[in-house]
């Protein structure tokens, strides 16, 4: 069987010979080689994503913009993305992903630095939809690349690691713009705003270079690996891929209209209804919580959450099996539910505790995401998983339009944060719900009963 991504490489179902500690050798060299500068890229594309959330204040002064049009400036980056997502994991396939990866990179860098030169309230929504298809396929592309890369038992973990850049993203990022926001103001005749955004593209686009010339696009051409390193990769993710493909959609068709993907991207779409919201509105909650708070400490208080959440998805990702993804998935889903809940009760008579309730809320939603991947990487493969795979992300990432638009609304409309903060509430909980049905129906299938037929 050929590995998607690399039509050019039959790939020799032979196991290899290597001893077990051989085995670990190699796939420490492959982690070592790719997994650092998938997690330098994943957590810039995150900072581009969000420091909009730091912008906000700018705008206000600046465009007097109001909650619900930010909502939609958050938000629209995702019609962007979704329009986008599916074709371009369709052309990482055709054109190998170390080439599709680099240029997604360089055109959203490009047009995240361009964010700086936004001279009106259009105008940041019409940037914001165009960095949206620039970065659309990044994430996704990354998933299947590492299905190119790791066995089903290694795969959990370093899909976990590499997306903790997502807390790390926060860690770094509350403090980094809020630092910006109160020392860059008036730097080169430019509003500290606007270095928020110069800050975010200008790394894009050289790491974009960096791609390029470093990564492999599948372990066939990975001239640092020996030929006994590459044949075992190989053949153990041609062996796992044919079995997979015995049950899995077959074609890019297939898979988008496989009713499991189509479950599968309404869980991702509620899960991220709860996380998208967090994000773009933290700091302004924080600011809530202490009016006095100056931008650096509610970017370092920001950051606390984030921080939490980065250590929660190592040990998690470190210990979870992938032999039952449903249960860890289900448990996260179900505290992140309950932690908002708190928050929203504690937001006006308790504020530090309601701060305590938003980190837990944050360590449980940012875990649950890579454990959600478990679930399709279980049963896609060829070149369906490229375009199941960038499905579920596009529409689960409509909620990255969808939430924030409603969270600003929401305010708007009832002066309260914590009456917005019940829809990360309700889309948790319902999320939870249908991963569980889901299980329950899998459980039955394989008991083979008559309500499967």
């Known amino acids: 069987m050929q590995q998607a991504g690399n039509p050019a490489q039959p790939v020799p179902l ?31 594309s995150y900072i ?11 705008f206000e002064d600046d465009f007097n913009m109001d909650a619900a049009t930010y909502g939609l400036a ?13 074709p371009s994991n369709i052309f990482m ?20 630095a361009l964010m700086a030169a936004a001279w009106n309230t259009e105008s940041v929504i019409v940037l ?28 959990a973990k370093v899909v976990a690691t590499v997306m903790m850049a997502i807390p790390l993203a926060g860690l770094v990022g509350g403090p980094l713009n809020g630092w910006i926001l109160d020392t860059f103001g008036g730097l080169l005749g430019l509003d500290a ?7 975010g593209g200008i790394p894009a686009f050289v790491l974009g270079i960096v791609f390029l010339f470093t990564l492999s696009d599948s372990p066939a051409k990975a001239k640092w690996l020996t030929d006994r390193q590459r044949t075992w990769i190989a053949s153990t993710i041609a062996v ?39 994000i773009y509105w933290l700091p302004s909650v924080i600011k809530g919580v202490g009016p006095g708070f100056d931008a ?42 309950l932690a908002f809940a708190a928050t929203a009760l504690l937001l006006g008579p308790a504020p530090a505790l309601a701060f305590l309730a938003v980190i837990v809320a944050t360590m449980a939603i940012q875990t649950s995401k890579p454990l959600f991947w478990n679930l399709p990487t279980s049963f896609l493969a060829g070149v369906g998983a490229a375009s199941g795979i960038a499905l579920i992300n596009s529409l689960g990432n409509a909620a990255g339009f969808f939430s924030p638009l409603a969270f600003g609304w929401i305010q708007d409309a009832t002066g309260s944060s914590a009456v917005s903060i019940t829809v990360m509430v309700a889309t948790n909980g319902v999320a939870a719900l249908i991963v569980i049905a889901l299980m329950i129906l899998g459980r039955r299938k394989t008991a083979g009963t008559p309500a499967d037929k």
């Open 128 to 155: 914001r939809f165009l960095l949206g298809v620039a970065e659309a396929g990044f994430f996704p592309g990354i998933i299947l690349y590492l299905t190119y890369w790791y066995p089903n038992r290694e795969r």
């Open 93 to 112: 396939v055709r054109f190998g992903a170390r080439k599709w990866l680099a240029r997604i990179m360089i055109s959203w860098g490009i047009v995240g």
């Open 193 to 199: 705003w606007r270095w928020i955004f110069l800050v």
């Open 74 to 86: 958050a938000g629209i980056f995702f019609l962007g993305y979704i329009l986008a997502e599916v």
């Open 14 to 44: 032979e196991t290899s010979d290597l001893t077990e500690a051989e085995k670990k050798h190699t796939m420490r060299k492959v982690t070592w080689r790719l997994v650092p500068l998938l997690i330098i890229g994943y957590f810039i």
């Open 296 to 337: 650096t400490t509610i970017g370092w208080l920001s950051a606390i959450p984030f921080l939490a959440a980065a250590i929660c998805m190592y040990v998690v990702g470190k210990t979870v099996s992938t032999r039952r993804p449903s249960p860890p998935l289900i448990i996260a889903l179900a505290i992140s539910t």
């Open 240 to 278: 796992e891929d044919a079995t997979r493909s015995q049950t899995a959609p077959k074609g890019h068709w297939a898979a988008l209209k496989n009713k499991k993907v189509l479950v599968l991207a309404a869980v991702y779409f509620l899960l991220q209804c709860g996380s998208y919201p967090l």
């Open 48 to 58: 581009d994503r969000v420091n909009i959330s730091f912008a906000k204040f700018g």
